[in-house]
């Protein structure tokens, strides 16, 4: 069992960063996949950001692509989501989740994800 809390979370101006992280107990996260997902009010949850589990293949939704980076640091049981140059329609709760895989792929579809965290507020304001 993978508990995974995130953080990082917070109100930042357009054109602001943040830097997410999501910190896992009860396994090592370095057998797992990881993603990223979000969910706006009113809106489905929709993918963000995947790494393998060697950090060597990550994967982006093109709306983030170019100013989100994943990564992660396996010593530290941590995966990372830097966001730059953020807009108010990044403006959503984030979650991290993980799989326990070590095949190359990433993942990209919520259901692929056995493990969740409770989320984190981002709010980008105009």
């Known amino acids: 069992q993978v508990q995974l809390v995130e953080s990082g979370g917070g109100l930042v101006q357009a054109g602001g960063s943040l830097r997410l992280s999501c910190a896992a107990s009860?396994?090592?996260?370095?057998?797992?996949?990881m993603g990223w997902f979000r969910q706006a009010p009113g809106k489905e949850r929709e993918f963000v950001a995947a790494i393998n589990w060697s950090g060597r293949n990550t994967y982006y939704a093109d709306s983030v692509k170019g100013r989100f980076t994943i990564s992660r640091d396996n010593a530290k049981n941590t995966v990372y989501l830097q966001m730059n140059s953020l807009k108010p329609e990044d403006t959503a709760v984030y979650y991290c989740a993980a799989v326990a895989t070590t095949d190359w792929n990433t993942r990209h579809y919520f259901n692929e994800y056995d493990y969740w965290g409770q989320g984190t507020q981002v709010t980008v304001s105009s």
């Open positions: 009860g396994r090592t996260l370095s057998t797992y996949a």
